[in-house]
């Protein structure tokens, strides 16, 4: 897969670079897709994001892969039944609704792992801006905010709100972590019936999947290696 250049805008908070918003944040989304300046590769090598990552079936579920010449990473969603929608960048996950994103924070963060203080405030700064920018949109329950350290040492901030404005979706629990220099953040919509701790603690198992490579990897190789 050839690299390429992506152009960012330093007045642009933050970016949605792979996946796009559904249902209310729609109108968000649009709003972040503004004017871009060029960036130095050389300095701050970058996954090839302007193709959608790969869904890998295997054996026992499905996993996402972000593949680029550099490095990859993926994390895995096992046993579940998955259904796309009209929408390519929202599954179904059984009956649940499954969104994923991949952020490119402004500042930059390297390539290189940060330590745990550093990952959080950046994963701090990161939600402020994100509820900034929906605050923008319908009417919103106060945020709730809470730093997790996950397996292999990997930080995590999840947070959530109600949507009281919305009769069919009660609210959304995301949880964010740092991917590289990347964040990618997996987020689930709770709809009636549905409860918000069990969709934390799912999500939580799915980021706790994460696995981070410093060699590119295809989606044969990865289904592959997870059929093993």
Known sequence: MQSQKINHSRSTHYRIIGFCFFSIFTVLTLALNQNVHAQDSSVRPAFDLEYAPHQVEFNQGVAWLYNSPERSFYFVVYKDKISATSNPNVFLIGKKIFRVYLFDPDPE?????LDSMTSANVLNEYVKGRMEVFKQGPQLGAPKVRMRKLMRQRIAIEWSFATP??????????????????????????????DLNDARIWLRKVVNSIILQDEPMGPKGLGKKLNE
């Open 109 to 113: 963060i390297p390539v290189t792992p």
């Open 165 to 194: 404005g919305d009769e069919v979706t009660l609210g959304h629990a995301f949880i964010s972590t740092i991917c590289f220099n990347r964040i990618l953040t997996l987020n689930r919509a709770i709809r009636k019936g549905e």
